[in-house]
Nanobody
């Protein structure tokens, strides 16, 4: 069984920065990719960024140039550096981990961008 623990959300002013972390624990799994989705109230859950085991990254157009995803393979941990945050980035951010069998999800962390 795989568990994901997220941290790093919070309240920040427009233009500010936050860094999310997602640590995977468990045994007997091999990671294909990790990343984040986000969901604002009344909206669907949308992809934010992904990173494969080989380091290939993919970003939603709305966050390109502002967000950077990275990972430490040895620690099964991914990071999302979010800069130049905007009010429209406000959402619950969910970490996910993809294996060959299934996807796993974190508990979600709230990010609020407001003055």
């Amino acid at each position: 069984q795989v568990q994901l623990v997220e941290s790093g959300g919070g309240l920040v002013q427009p233009g500010g920065s936050l860094r999310l972390s997602c640590a995977a624990s468990g045994s007997g799994f091999s990671i294909n990719a990790m990343g984040w989705y986000r969901q604002a109230p009344g909206e669907q859950r949308d992809l934010v960024a992904t990173i494969t085991r080989g380091g290939t990254t993919n970003y939603a157009d709305s966050v390109k140039g502002r967000f950077t995803i990275s990972r430490e393979n040895a620690k099964n941990t991914a990071f999302l550096q979010m800069n130049s945050l905007k009010p429209e980035d406000t959402a619950v951010y969910y970490c996910f981990l993809q294996t060959i069998f299934r996807n796993y999800w974190g508990q979600g962390t709230q990010v609020t961008v407001s003055s």
